[in-house]
């Protein structure tokens, strides 16, 4: 059984377990599946919305797919919810890969 099918069985038991989700993203990105990636990122933050790293990891896959737009606005939100939270460092890495964007 593979790691990604090993999360989704422990996903049925604790569907709402954030860290589960972002692991199941995770693997999306680490076998090259960005489009995955997002829409499993997207699942974090829809059912936690103060999930920090979601942001910037969709940010990241957004942007390996060519769409600057929707990553600039993911990190903007993510920016925004680490200041939230008292997240300085993720605030922080998120603004420096925003400016680098453009």
Do not use: T, W
């Amino acid at each position: 059984m593979s790691r990604k099918d090993q999360i989704e069985e422990l996903l049925q038991d604790d569907p709402e377990n954030s860290f589960l989700r972002y692991g199941l993203a995770m693997e999306y990105v680490s076998v090259g599946d960005d489009a995955q990636a997002v829409f499993a990122f997207q699942e974090v933050i829809r059912r936690d919305a103060d999930y920090v790293p979601a942001y910037l990891q969709a940010g990241r896959a957004l942007i390996r797919m060519g769409r600057d737009d929707e990553a600039k606005e993911v990190l903007r939100q993510g920016i925004s919810v680490a200041q939230k939270v008292g997240d300085a460092h993720a605030a922080g890495e998120m603004s420096g890969f925003l400016q680098s964007l453009g």
